[in-house]
Every structure is written in structure tokens, then in C-alpha cells.
């Protein structure tokens, strides 16, 4: 269920019934900032939440679903379609991570004139594209649960990451000069370290919707963008963004079961 439709058609049921939030809290045993939180469309809760609120106001969640039609089911299978793709991406941009940063190193430690300029390439390529699918996938998901800061932090980690990606790639064909580096490495670092940690809260946001595994996730996030904010602490950013990505794959594999089993309820309801 889409927000703010769903918190909206929640208050006017809750206010049909001429109850309260401090009533309606009392009834289904949910904290006050929870109702409030769905009501003003902050956060779209998880059915297992709808349905305890909705028993509370003398609703089955089934005859809900169908009188308000909260969701049109082509909407449902586009979200639906984007998230299967962008778990795939996500595991095939976290497999190709290891090789680019293998090549990288030996690039730029060792010396590129080894490396095949067209696997280099291509390696970048695949590496840019998944990125983009992966990460296309958190912005449904910042739209479905109407997460503002995830969507924003997930452009700003589009735009950096391509851009390094490019420069990447450019660069291999028209060096530049040490002092380049040194002014371009440490600034791109800052501003990924500042899109890390707006993408950390963003997730953590999403714990309404997605579970401890979000909260999990943002924590990991919110680390990430400090030490590459940081700078001299870039290469632990990198090694936590492992197990960050891991899970965030996961979420996106979660998002994409819930909301298939959302549209099927739309199609049965």
C-alpha cells in the first residue's frame, strides 16, 4: 500500500469511528508516534501493522484493500519488475566490485601498462550499469514507502559514483597530473562520504517498512560516509561497504517479495 493515501484513508477511518490517536492506541497496543507517523504518510508499515490497526477499527484488511483500492496493480508490477532487477544487479555489481578494485590497484600502485585498455573498459562499464539498476531499485523503493532523504541520497550516489566511474575510464586515455589527483580523490571522497551518510539515515527510515535489516544497513552506511568523509579512513569505508551492500541487496530482494505479494492481493482483492 502506497503512501500518503494510506495514512490518509486510516485517519478518516479512524475518525469515522470518532476515536482518537490516544484512543486508537490504547486499542491496538501501537505507539502513538507510529500512528502518527502512518497517518501523516511518513512511513508505509508493514501489513502485519495494518492489520492490527485495522482489526482495532473494526476493518479486515481484504475489504479495506478493495474499497480504497490503495494501489493500482500496473504500478505494483512495475515496482515489482525494477526490484527483481536491481537485486540481480546488485549481486552482479557486487562481484564485478572485487575485479575493478583489483584492476584499479594494479593501475594505479602498480603501473597500467598491463592492463588491456579494453577490459579495463569494459569492466568499468558492467560496473556503471549494474550500479545504476542496483541502486535504481532503492529509489522505488524510497518512492513505494515515501522515504524523501533514501531517494535523494541514492541520486547523489548515482550522480558521484558515475562520475567517478567516468573519470575512471577518461583518464585512462588522457592522464592527469599528480596534483589533479590529489585535489579530485580527496573531494570525491568527501562528497560520497556526505551521500553515504544521508543514504544511512535514509535506511534507517526504512525500518518501518523493510525491518532491522534496514536499520542494520543505515548504521553500516552512516560509518561508511563518516570515514569517507574523513578521508585518511577511506579504505575502511570501502571494506564496510561489503557487508553494507550484501544486505542492501537483500533489502531489495524483500522489497521485491512484498510488494509481489502486494499486487497479488490487488489482483485477488
Known sequence: MRQPELGQKISELRKTKNLTQEELVEACNVSVRT????????????TSTIKIILAALGEDLRSFHKTYHVNGNEELERAENSLQIAWIAGIVYFIIGFLEA???????????????WEFYISVKTIALFSYLLFMGGI?????????????????????????????????????????????ILPSGS????????????????LQDGMGRMALLAGV????????????????????????ALILEIVILYKGYEFIKSERRKEISG
Open 190 to 205: 568527501v562528497s560520497v562520504g556526505v551521500a553515504e551518510i544521508l543514504f544511512g539515515i535514509g535506511l534507517i527510515r
Open 139 to 183: 529509489v522505488v523503493l524510497a518512492n513505494f514507502f515515501s522515504n524523501s532523504i533514501l531517494k535523494i541520497a541514492a541520486y547523489l550516489l548515482i550522480g558521484f559514483t558515475s562520475l567517478l566511474l567516468i573519470f575512471d575510464m577518461v583518464s585512462l586515455f588522457f592522464p592527469v597530473s599528480d596534483e589533479t589527483l590529489l585535489f
Open 102 to 116: 583489483g584492476l584499479d590497484y594494479t593501475r594505479f600502485e602498480e603501473g597500467d601498462g598491463d592492463i588491456p
Open 220 to 243: 553500516l552506511e552512516l560509518i561508511i560516509g563518516f570515514c569517507f568523509a574523513i578521508v585518511i579512513l577511506f579504505i575502511l569505508g570501502y571494506i564496510l561497504l561489503i557487508p
Open 35 to 46: 500512528i502518527q507517523r502512518i497517518e501523516s504518510g511518513e512511513v508505509t508499515p508493514r
